[in-house]
């Protein structure tokens, strides 16, 4: 059945560790967005790409790379220049325009 | 001013009660309004979009002041089930490019 999947649901790194977080959809959108939320605030944007090989930026993007090269995937990597990367980070898809976006369930990760 | 406002609660209402949530936004150039739900340690999930008409969706109503910019949603006999908590969310473009959440409504439905 048609999903958005990210792995893994937590992670854990060390200060200084670059990580990536996957996120994968079946459902044949063309718009792919991350989103990090902090505990008590609502999501914020990181990078959004609405067609492959193409991604923008959005308004918390220091610290992040992505990379769009497949429809289906959209990985996240969280580089050591964030400079507080713990986090729950949202992964979500869209048909582009004017359509809603659909989550993934997320993965949870904890800088130390 | 945030761009999107809405209280953030704690709502507890008891089992069967109606509950309303408002939200505001800043930018009058908004085009589409959309109401999440999200569990704890969850993702969000798409309640309802908000038209301009306002929709109704079992004992879900969602309703857009442009005027006054802001949406509202309203919940008849509350469930237990229904415990979450609510985000508003905006797109000021019309593009679904960037979205705009709230930080969400709590509520809490007791038996």
């Known amino acids: 059945d048609g999903g958005i999947t990210q792995s893994p649901k937590y992670l854990f790194r060390k200060e200084g560790q670059n990580v990536t977080l996957s996120c994968e959809q079946n459902?044949?959108?063309?718009?792919m967005y991350w989103y990090r939320q902090d505990p008590g605030q609502g999501l914020r944007l990181i990078y959004y790409?609405?067609?492959?090989?193409?991604?923008q930026k959005g308004d918390i993007a220091e610290g992040y790379s992505v990379s769009r090269e497949k429809k289906e995937s959209f990985p996240l990597t969280v580089t050591s220049a964030q400079k507080n990367p713990t986090a729950f980070y949202l992964c979500?898809?869209?048909?582009?325009?004017?359509?809603?976006?659909?989550f993934g369930p997320g993965t949870r990760l904890t800088v130390t | 001013r945030k761009e999107v406002e809405q209280d953030p609660g704690p709502f507890n209402v008891p089992e069967g009660a109606t509950v309303a949530f408002n939200c505001t936004y800043s930018?009058?150039?908004?085009?589409?309004f959309f109401w999440y739900r999200q569990d704890c340690r969850k993702e969000p999930k798409l309640l309802m979009s908000?038209?301009?008409s306002g929709n109704e969706d079992g004992r879900f109503t969602a309703q857009l002041n442009r005027a006054s910019q802001y949406i509202s949603l309203l919940i008849r006999d509350s469930k237990l089930s229904d415990s979450a908590t609510y985000l508003c969310?905006?797109?000021?473009?019309?593009?679904?490019?960037?979205?705009?959440f709230g930080s969400g409504t709590q509520l809490t439905v007791l038996p």
């Open positions: 930018n009058s150039a908004s085009q589409s």
């Open positions: 908000v038209y301009s």
């Open positions: 790409s609405q067609i492959v090989n193409d991604f």
């Open positions: 969310v905006v797109d000021p473009s019309g593009s679904a490019r960037q979205l705009t």
């Open positions: 979500a898809s869209g048909q582009g325009l004017v359509d809603e976006q659909y």
């Open positions: 459902l044949n959108h063309d718009a």
